[in-house]
């Protein structure tokens, strides 16, 4: 396996993604990967073995910029605010590691899959309400926090969310919203996963136990398996 950074721009702030790929790989699908609140650091490494069996060259995008990863937890919702703040910087910035998977020799433009977990999650949602050409998006444990649900009809691929059915930070409520949206939108192949008895970051095995976060090894499991298969019939 082969890891090098990728130097990218997003407007002023440069950014370092991680390229994750086999050694003599040559042309194939590429996916994008958007980890938690953490930062760029190879995580979850586990998630991207399983991409990389799969023959997939991934970029894990650097959010915060300078390949930054968070000191602590407060440092890190700093950073994600900042991000979050507006619609256009935050689609701005995972639309720049897009450009940068894009345009990798190789991989084929059009065999495009992303996924993104917690913050991730939301942020590979901004991508494919930005109306970007990725054949299928994953949201793992995702929020709908700062996000634009009016934008939905510019989705372009598939869409495959899963949720934890005890997670506070995607509630019932949201659920439904999501998929409320989906249908007005005229979102053609679209599906949303709940796991019972599971609280949010259920992929993460860092997670603390505690009323909102929690690791669940078999939703865990599942949801990697759910996203082998999305990816598997839209890029391949």
């Not at 994008?32 to 760029?40: E, K, M, S, T, Y």
């Not at 959010?63 to 689609?91: K, P």
């Not at 998977?101 to 991989?107: D, G, I, R, S, T």
Request: glycine residues 12%.
């Amino acid at each position: 396996m082969k890891t090098e950074t990728l130097e990218y721009p997003d407007g002023n702030t440069k950014c370092k993604g991680i390229l994750v790929y086999e050694e003599g790989r040559t042309s194939g699908a590429g996916v994008l990967l958007a980890p938690d609140i953490r930062g760029v650091g190879l995580r979850p490494q586990a998630h991207i073995d399983l991409l990389i069996a799969q023959g997939y060259l991934v970029l894990v995008v650097d959010m915060y910029g300078d390949g930054i990863n968070i000191r602590d937890l407060e440092h890190g919702r700093q950073l994600s605010a900042a991000v979050r703040s507006t619609q256009n910087g935050w689609r701005n910035r995972i639309r720049a590691a897009f450009d940068a998977l894009k345009a990798q020799p190789a991989v084929a433009a059009t065999r495009i899959g992303a996924v993104g977990y917690c913050f991730g999650g939301g942020t590979m949602l901004q991508l494919a309400l930005s109306g970007a050409e990725v054949a299928a998006t994953v949201v793992m444990h995702g929020t709908l926090d700062g996000v634009g649900l009016e934008d939905v009809p510019q989705i372009k691929g598939r869409m495959l969310f899963c949720t934890g059915a005890d997670d506070p930070m995607f509630p019932a409520e949201k659920a439904a919203a999501m998929q409320t949206a989906l249908r007005a939108g005229g979102v053609q192949d679209w599906e949303m996963i709940t796991f019972g008895n599971t609280k949010h970051s259920f992929t993460n095995v860092a997670a603390p136990n505690n009323d909102v976060l929690a690791y669940n090894k078999i939703a865990d499991q599942r949801s990697q398996a759910a996203m082998l298969g999305i990816f598997k019939e839209a890029i391949g």
